[in-house]
């Protein structure tokens, strides 16, 4: 069995939740956090995490030239 108090935060006079729950099974179903998803043990329902966007400048497109008849 888990450790339930790596579920659950204290703030104040008020329990928090720590992890994820799932939306399918409900709020008594907590969902299990990987590197790169949260994943529901009970139903398998996958959350995938975003990564981080990309800092470089994205180059401006150019339309392409226009073509001159050769005679």
Known sequence: MTDASK???I?????????RTCPKC?????MGDHYDRWVC???G????KRKGKKTTPRTRRRSPRKRS???
Do not use: I, L, P
Not at 26 to 30: D, L, M, P, R
């Open 7 to 9: 579920f659950y935060k």
């Open 45 to 48: 329902y996958t959350v995938f």
């Open 11 to 19: 703030e104040g006079e008020k329990v928090v939740r720590t992890h």
């Open 41 to 43: 043990g009970k139903c």
């Open 26 to 30: 409900g709020t008594a179903v907590f």
């Open 69 to 71: 008849k050769s005679t």
